[in-house]
């Protein structure tokens, strides 16, 4: 596996412990179903919390959280739809980012809630 796949799979595994140290509980980790992906997907305060997380080794470039594009806000949207048919599950739903940067733990982490909005035209 490629460098910066460890570290991405090093950062879901922290943001989940992390999360969870704060009274979430994670639902899944790297959720696949056809072409649709999520991070984490977690459950807290009655409300399906639907978490991208960006890792990066350094800032000099860019923040993690400046990753998460329209496009990838239009995917994340899609693919918690998808879940949510699957599973199911009529609860409110929120999307928050992750921010973690390090080469390797501890890592500083930024948890942003309520990141974005679902865009009307998904």
């Known amino acids: 596996m490629a460098q910066h796949n460890l570290l991405g799979k090093s950062g879901e595994e922290y943001a989940a412990e992390y999360l969870i140290s704060r009274g979430y509980v994670v639902r899944d980790i790297n959720w696949v179903s056809g072409k ?16 991208e ?18 496009k990838k806000i239009r995917n994340t949207v899609r693919a918690a739809d998808a879940y949510m048919r699957m599973f199911e ?34």
């Open 89 to 122: 599950l009529d609860m409110d739903v929120r999307f928050d980012v992750i921010s973690i940067v390090g080469k390797e733990p501890p890592y500083t982490i930024e948890h942003i809630e309520d990141a974005f909005l679902p865009p009307l035209n998904v």
């Open 53 to 70: 997380v960006k890792t990066r080794s350094s800032v000099d470039f860019a923040y993690p959280e400046e990753a998460v594009t329209e």
């Open 36 to 51: 649709y992906e999520l991070d984490i997907v977690a459950y807290h305060q009655s409300t399906i919390v639907i978490v």
